[in-house]
T-cell receptor, first 112, second 114 residues
Framework: GENVEQHPSTLSVQEGDSAVIKCTYSDSASNYFPWYKQELGKRPQLIIDIRSNVGEKKDQRIAVTLNKTAKHFSLHITETQPEDSAVYFCAASKGGFQKLVFGTGTRLLVSP | NAGVTQTPKFRVLKTGQSMTLLCAQDMNHEYMYWYRQDPGMGLRLIHYSVGEGTTAKGEVPDGYNVSRLKKQNFLLGLESAAPSQTSVYFC?????????????FGPGTRLTVT
């Protein structure tokens, strides 16, 4: 089955810096790659996703890139703000009913 | 709309006791899911449902049962709780098709088994 590895497990940056979180997946048939943000004590929420027919997607300060050949995808956050502090999860699934396999999460801390 | 709700929010069980977690959604979503979240392990899929009356196993189904008698509800049962089932449980729901595959999560249930 699918296996998703996520790095780093923790990431500390200064406000205004950029942050990059990387994930690799094992199943070349996976074609949907979402990123979820979970604030402390809250529920996970989708922040951005990408499908395998697209190499990059941006939404304001957030972008995701996908390299299908290498089977890895990354989350890029620019101009980080303290409210970006949270745990970020990547995930992968094959088509159909979005049976997601999640990475183990990255705790991002943005210091003022 | 309330979105996805879960009952209860917290529960403490003794080993061997049983309980049912209730998930309800008011978005008319076809798909519903149960996950468990443990420190350092992310979210793992327990069971899921692609429609009323249907259920299927996810990554970690052992020790759990589910039912989807109504489209808006998805129940997770623990017949004989074990300490290894101490976790935070999240329910989620989603549409089956485009434009969005987003899964909407409930607020979670923190379960402790002593």
């Amino acid at each position: 089955g699918e296996n998703v590895e996520q790095h780093p497990s923790t990431l500390s940056v200064q406000e205004g810096d950029s942050a990059v979180i990387k994930c690799t997946y094992s199943d070349s048939a996976s074609n949907y790659f979402p990123w979820y943000k979970q604030e402390l004590g809250k529920r996970p929420q989708l922040i951005i996703d990408i499908r395998s027919n697209v190499g990059e997607k941006k939404d304001q300060r957030i972008a995701v890139t996908l390299n299908k050949t290498a089977k890895h995808f990354s989350l890029h956050i620019t101009e980080t703000q303290p409210e970006d502090s949270a745990v970020y999860f990547c995930a992968a699934s094959k088509g159909g009913f979005q049976k997601l396999v999640f990475g183990t999460g990255t705790r991002l801390l943005v210091s003022p | 709309n309330a979105g996805v709700t879960q009952t209860p929010k917290f529960r403490v069980l003794k080993t061997g006791q049983s309980m049912t977690l209730l998930c309800a959604q008011d978005m008319n979503h076809e798909y519903m899911y149960w996950y468990r979240q443990d420190p350092g392990m992310g979210l793992r899929l327990i069971h899921y449902s692609v429609g009323e009356g249907t259920t299927a196993k996810g990554e970690v189904p052992d020790g759990y049962n589910v039912s989807r008698l109504k489209k808006q509800n998805f129940l997770l049962g623990l017949e004989s709780a074990a300490p290894s089932q101490t976790s935070v449980y999240f329910c989620a729901s989603s549409r089956p098709d485009r434009p969005s595959y987003e899964q909407y999560f409930g607020p979670g249930t923190r379960l402790t088994v002593t």
